[in-house]
């Protein structure tokens, strides 16, 4: 017996089990479990159900090429199942569909009645894509809950999700190995990137000479690729979750230079679409510093890469999605510099390929949630001048909409902060056209939602931020329905706060600019015949 493995225990970690629609995941799924290298405090230590952590989770059992002819499971397959630890379960409809998977469920539910399963879902909401056989166990009294990891895009990032799996198959704290594995790859980012670096350099050379050193560079560069996924991922919105500018600013700049020497004739449509990401991301953190002219020499550069890809395969959602995001961004750097003509026309076009997107996989809730993001964005933009109030009631209504409609199929708590920030703008669409009433109403369905995100989440920076914004909102409009002496203390405790912040992140323009409007706001509410219209 190797380390793998307890003593006298099964042969294999894991079985893998997946409809043949699946094929391509499954197996890139196989090759990251047994490529994946458990973090070196945590090998070694005494597992739960017996044997050791290993240093890596091999052999897990993958083959099921037989059965697309067969009538039940084959010897094989049986005798892997009842030699695995654990069972992972590829979920899609197709899965839910496969009769074989069905099997394979319950013939190892029997054989190892306190053993793991974990569902690896690929595609589909859980009620659609979770096969019978996983959601109820032996009787209607034995309901299962499986350990989901989220691998679709927009879920929880593929590198969490791989952290899932491994600390469900090992019986693991998953928040004990997100933290070790997280140090591990920030302490080896800068050492990773230049070895692969140099590694892909001599790669054309060495390739001649030795097949073996052609696996080494591209076992390299696959490392490097997942470095740079996990940088633009789990570590980004880790930062923004703590304000960390300064820290993702650097992230960003060092998995751009991993492209930097790199010919972008030579990169994968993968490195292409990666390197565009970066981009998007270095030109928000550029925005969120006020410096525009950077920002907007980013985002073009990033728009003519996803245009460039959206061109060769004008239906492939992934492509329509990445450049809708340039839309977006440039959009959005436009606005902030009060160019609202060029704002509103790349709005327009970002409103454009969120609905294709829809067109393209109606049953898909990230496009659905794509759309109302463009709705709202449009509404904000007729906000500002040329107002165009009608215009921007219709899109802020309409943006509303189709998110409570995203809140009845995915639950209420799954979209709260995209609904609270719908709340926000229809009721700053209700406030531009004079009604108070309704403005003041929108205002308090986007604080009932906030309240418990920032109650769980205390020291979310993007959450006080939202907070912030809605209390200065509730401000303005106590001063205008003649609560002055309401609205001057709550004026006072949003200096505090924003104090509290822009201490902590000094380089955060956005929060010294909300923070200026304050002062000047409660200065005219100072004024003994002031006031605030």
Not at 224 to 229: I, K, S, T, W
Request: aromatic letters at 6%; one cysteine or more; a positive charge.
């Amino acid at each position: 017996m190797t380390d793998n493995s307890a003593e006298a225990g099964p042969r294999y970690w894991a079985f893998i089990s997946y409809s043949h629609r699946d094929a391509a995941f499954g197996r890139r799924l196989h090759r990251r479990l047994e490529s994946y290298a458990l973090p070196r405090r945590l090998t070694g230590r005494a597992l739960e159900h017996g044997g050791l952590v290993p240093r890596r989770l091999a052999p897990i059992f993958r083959d099921r090429e037989e059965l697309a002819a067969a009538h039940n499971l084959s010897t094989e397959v049986r005798a892997a199942l009842a030699q695995s630890r654990s069972l992972i379960v590829v979920c899609s409809p197709a899965a839910a569909r496969s009769k074989w998977v069905g099997q394979e469920i319950e013939v190892f539910r029997e054989l190892h009645p306190g053993r793991p399963i974990l569902a690896a879902i690929r595609e589909g909401e859980p009620a659609e894509c979770f096969p019978a056989a996983l959601r109820s166990g032996a009787g209607a009294e034995d309901a299962v809950e499986p350990l989901a990891a989220d691998f679709r895009r927009g879920g929880e990032g593929e590198q969490l999700a791989l952290l899932k799996l491994v600390a469900g198959v090992l019986g693991l704290g998953l928040d004990e190995l997100v933290q070790r594995d997280a140090h591990r790859r920030t302490q080896r980012v800068m050492a990773v990137t230049a070895a692969s670096l140099a590694a892909m350099v001599g790669m054309g050379v060495l390739t001649a000479y030795a097949l073996s050193a052609r696996a080494e560079a591209e076992r390299q560069r696959n490392q490097a690729e997942g470095l740079v996924e996990f940088m633009l991922t789990d570590l980004r919105d880790r930062l923004k979750g703590v304000g960390r500018l300064d820290v993702m600013t650097a992230v960003n700049e060092r998995a751009l230079g991993y492209y930097g020497d790199q010919r972008l004739e030579s990169l994968s449509v993968d490195s292409l679409e990666r390197r565009a990401r970066i981009l998007h991301a270095m030109g928000e953190d550029d925005e969120t510093r006020g410096d525009y002219r950077a920002a907007i020499a980013k985002l073009r550069e990033a728009s003519r890469t996803t245009a460039a890809l959206l061109a060769q395969a004008p239906d492939d959602p992934q492509r329509v999605y990445d450049h809708a995001q340039s839309e977006y961004w440039i959009a959005n750097a436009d606005f902030e510099q009060l160019r609202t003509a060029e704002a509103r026309e790349h709005f327009l076009a970002y409103n454009k390929l969120a609905k294709r997107l829809v067109a393209l996989a109606p049953g898909n809730p990230s496009y659905r949630r794509e759309l109302s993001y463009s709705e709202g964005n449009l509404c904000g933009a007729y906000l500002d001048k040329p107002v165009d109030i009608a215009a921007a009631l219709a899109y802020c209504k309409r943006a509303l909409a189709d998110m409570e409609q995203l809140a009845q199929r995915l639950g209420r708590a799954a979209v709260a902060r995209d609904l609270a920030n719908r709340h926000a703008w229809l009721a700053q669409a209700y406030l531009d056209s004079g009604d108070l009433e309704n403005s003041l109403a929108q205002r308090k369905l986007q604080e009932s939602l906030l309240k418990p995100l920032l109650d769980t989440a205390p020291s979310d920076k993007f959450l006080q931020e939202r907070w912030i914004t809605l209390q200065r909102a509730y401000a303005l409009l106590q001063a205008r329905l003649g609560d002055k002496n309401g609205a001057r203390t709550r004026f006072q405790q949003l200096l505090v706060k924003l104090d509290e912040l822009i201490r902590f992140d000094p380089q955060n323009e956005t929060w010294k600019s909300i923070r200026s409007h304050v002062v000047k706001e409660l200065k005219a509410l100072n004024q003994p015949y002031g006031g605030l219209q």
